[in-house]
């Protein structure tokens, strides 16, 4: 268990890297993102990018040999903490791959369909909590 300590540091440090990258971005694009969140498209289609780029280098007989820390630490940190629609686009990309088109395709409907019901559900159950009794923590 400990010889997991440094990794899961190495990696909890690339996601706040990719999370103030993320907040920047969004910063710097955020008067173009009034009509459209320009920045979050932004941000996804980079994301996407720079793991699926990274990963294509860094895979086995790839161009650089990066040790599996340094790939999770760029892969789940830095890029997860930009996006997490980066990991879903590469994982999309191999079941295509793969040569199974229905599992990708099952895999973005599903992930988009549930994740606005899901988006839609915490919205309202929150919505609810807030209205059923907006006197309380208020004395």
């Excluded at 899961?8 to 690339?14: E, F, M, V, Y």
């Excluded at 895979?59 to 789940?76: D, I, K, N, Q, S």
Aim: net charge positive; proline share 3%.
């Amino acid at each position: 268990m400990y010889s997991n300590v440094l990794p899961t540091l190495l990696i909890a440090l690339g996601g706040a890297m990719g999370t103030v990258l993320r907040y920047w971005v969004g910063l710097a694009t955020a008067r173009w993102s009034q009509s459209l969140p320009w920045g979050t498209i932004l941000i996804n289609v980079t994301g996407s990018f720079a793991i699926a780029f990274f990963a294509g280098l860094t895979m086995a007989g790839g161009r650089l040999h990066v040790p599996e820390t340094g790939r999770l630490v760029f892969m789940v940190g830095i890029c997860g903490g930009y996006t997490t629609f980066s990991s879903f686009s590469l994982q999309t990309l191999d079941l295509f791959r793969n040569g199974t088109p229905e599992k990708a395709f099952l895999n973005m409907g599903l992930s988009v369909v549930l994740c606005m019901i899901a988006v839609s559900f915490g919205y309202y159950a929150a919505q609810a909590l807030n209205q059923a009794d907006t006197t309380i923590g208020h004395h």
